[in-house]
């Protein structure tokens, strides 16, 4: 819990009462390597806190054609969003790529942390705001920028993940072939 009071504090202090009360909020569960935590058709309950491992966060079109939305690692938040917030069946899948450990929050609670604390409510906007700002800039490298841009964001972002997910996964999240990675990577 106390990567997520630092996580917390990142954005706004929190004082030890107040952490005492929010921790309540959140359940603890560990995670094997290939598990999941949404698949497609699922209610999505909760949003995830990453205390460790890394996760993969995508979707399968009707052909069968995997689209990687996201990777997740410590400190990252994750989820179906559309999924959670309008209590719709998943669209998207969660996978554990590297065995982990994540914290799991309910709507319900995070609305009443909301209501309950106002540094809450500032700490969630900051981070839905922050999100949406990477998916922006997502969607706009992926349709306008290089393989090469593509890459070079992605070694920026996730600098630590070049070596712990297969290269397969790379080309599959960058929107290019596992050949032209190899000769990006290079």
């Known amino acids: 819990m106390e990567k997520l009071r630092k996580h917390i504090e990142n954005i706004t202090p929190i004082d030890e009462i107040e952490f005492e009360s929010i921790k309540t909020h959140f359940i603890t569960r560990r995670v094997r390597k290939g ?9 999505v309950k909760h949003e995830y806190f990453v205390l460790s491992g890394i996760y993969k966060v995508f979707y399968v079109d009707e052909q069968g054609k995997e689209y990687i939305l996201q990777f997740a690692q410590e400190n990252w938040w994750m989820s179906d969003y559309p999924s959670f ?5 998943a669209t998207m899948y969660i996978e554990c790529l590297v065995e982990g450990e994540v914290l799991c929050l309910t709507l319900q609670s995070r609305e009443k942390l909301s209501a309950d604390y106002h540094k809450m409510e500032h700490f969630f906007r900051v981070k839905l705001t922050n999100g949406y700002v990477a998916l922006q800039l997502r969607i706009k490298l992926l349709l306008s920028g290089t393989p090469q841009q593509r890459y070079e964001e ?10 712990q997910i297969p290269k397969k996964l790379i080309a599959e999240f960058l929107g290019v072939s596992r050949e032209t990675l190899s000769r990006l990577y290079q």
């Open 35 to 43: 598990q999941y935590l949404i698949s497609e058709g699922d209610e």
């Open 154 to 163: 992605f070694a920026k972002l996730y600098p630590n993940l070049m070596q």
């Open 85 to 89: 917030f309008k209590r719709k069946p």
